[in-house]
């Protein structure tokens, strides 16, 4: 456990930095996004440890469809074999996958792959792995308000009635507590798009390391960091002084 408290029920994390971490090897970019394939079996294997009760990756953005070609046809496949190799062992370890982000449009390989690994693990209890895939937070909002305007349309909903539970209702991640931590790799500082809704009072843990060269001593300096924090949410300090 973290040397200085309990784990927080939720991290997401952005992982950044693949191409970066093969470039200054000067390998292929694919080679990064394998290794980053390893870092997230290492993150799901600390978040268990560590007592996390949901742990989010940023596992493709709804920008990432931008990206040349070949790429974008790289990650398809580090997807594919992801899903194949690696579901057994997660519902072996009773992790729950929940998928995250627009469906409509995705290649039916790709979306029977994540339907595949939702309804596998539907019943498990442990950790919730939630993959953000084809996932961008504004997209998410506007999915939102579109739901909440088809319910008020249809008279199945008062406009009175929208609020921030009902907002939250209507999200991609309905049922699953916003995140308390949000890492992000590679030195970045920003945002991208990720949770915009979720990480309106979440801690934000920027570490050097690239995505690939994350592990779990990385995984528990941040939430080391992360407990030096005096979460407010608006209100005064609960530290005595």
Do not use: C
């Not at 970066?20 to 268990?48: D, F, K």
């Not at 596998?120 to 895939?133: E, I, K």
């Not at 999915?143 to 008020?152: N, P």
């Not at 699953?176 to 790799?185: E, F, G, K």
């Amino acid at each position: 456990m973290a040397g200085l408290g309990t784990a927080p029920a939720h991290v997401a994390i952005i992982m950044d930095g693949n191409g970066r971490w093969a470039a200054r090897r000067g390998l292929p970019r694919v080679e990064g996004h394998r290794r980053g394939v390893e870092a997230v079996r290492r993150a799901v294997r600390s978040a268990i440890d560590l007592g996390v009760r949901y742990l989010t990756i940023y596992s493709f953005s709804s920008e990432n469809w931008r990206r040349p070609a070949a790429e974008v046809a790289d990650l398809m496949g580090l997807l594919k074999l992801f899903v194949r190799r690696d579901l057994a062992d997660l519902h072996g370890n009773n992790v729950r996958v929940r998928i995250i982000g627009e469906r409509e449009g995705l290649s039916a390989d790709i979306a029977g792959l994540l339907d595949e690994a939702e309804e596998r693990t539907r019943g498990n209890t442990g950790l919730t792995l939630v993959v953000a895939f084809n996932y961008g937070g504004r997209q998410e909002i506007l999915r939102a308000v579109r739901r909440l305007a088809e319910a008020v349309a249809d008279g199945r909903l008062a406009s009175d009635a929208i609020d921030v539970e009902a907002m939250a209702g209507a999200l991609d991640t309905t049922g699953i507590p916003d995140p308390d931590l949000v890492i992000r790799t590679s030195g970045e500082q920003r945002l991208s798009n990720f949770l915009t809704w979720q990480t309106a009072y979440a801690e934000y843990v920027i570490v050097p390391e690239f995505w690939p060269d994350f592990d779990d001593a990385a995984f528990r300096a941040a939430l080391d960091e992360y407990h030096r924090r005096d979460r407010r949410f608006g209100g005064l300090s609960g530290r005595a002084g």
